[in-house]
């Protein structure tokens, strides 16, 4: 008797799986926070005998100090933080997801050919909604120029942003930009399997 998997079981299993992934990929979303905040306890840990690391090691230790501080206010603290941290990955995750995966993914000599204004606008979209939408999602929202500049800090891509219109005005590049709710819509379209 094998203890080995059948391909073609697993392969049929993730199909059955995948042929509703239009319907479950809006509350899967609202885990995400929660996999973010482990992921950036791993990181700071393995970077930890870095230099500096010791002061990223601490500010995040004060963020969750702040967090448990700021919850404990609430009646019931524990039903608050999960609720705000699901509403918080619910929204973070569908921006981050809408902006992305029903845009063209590139690939081949063409791409290779395009300068890195002509990636970005090709690939990415902007999430519009107003200021509360780029605040609550950390600016993620503004996923053009996250991809321009991605190392700067994410609540100075607002101020960029008429800057990367008009250079894309100038190159007749299209610059995306859709309402979150369009852009589930596009997203839901793509992700559905015939």
Not at 87 to 95: E, S, V
Not at 120 to 132: A, F, I
Not at 144 to 149: G, S, V, Y
Not at 171 to 187: I, M, Q, S, V, W
Request: charged share 15%; aromatic share 12%; hydrophobic share 45%.
């Amino acid at each position: 008797m094998s203890n080995s998997l059948d391909p073609e079981k697993v392969v049929g299993g993730l199909g059955a799986f995948q042929k509703h992934q239009s319907t479950y990929f809006l509350p899967a979303m609202a885990i995400l926070d929660l996999f973010w905040r482990y992921e950036s306890i791993v990181v700071v840990l393995r970077r930890f005998h870095k230099k500096g690391a010791a002061v990223h090691a601490a500010l995040l230790v004060a963020h969750y100090v702040g967090t448990a501080w700021a919850f404990a206010r609430f009646a019931s603290p524990w039903t608050a933080f999960i609720v705000f941290t699901l509403a918080k990955g619910f929204l973070t995750g569908t921006t981050v997801f809408t902006s992305h995966y029903a845009e063209p993914h590139l690939s081949g000599d063409s791409a290779m050919e395009m300068s890195l204004l002509e990636q970005t606008v090709s690939t990415s979209r902007n999430v519009s909604g107003g200021w509360w939408l780029n605040f609550y999602t950390g600016f993620i929202s503004l996923q053009i120029e996250h991809h321009l500049f991605p190392r700067m800090p994410t609540s100075g891509l607002a101020s960029i942003q008429p800057a990367v219109r008009l250079l894309c005005r100038k190159h007749a590049l299209e610059y995306r930009e859709d309402t979150l709710f369009e852009c589930l819509r596009k997203n839901m379209r793509a992700l559905r399997v015939e």
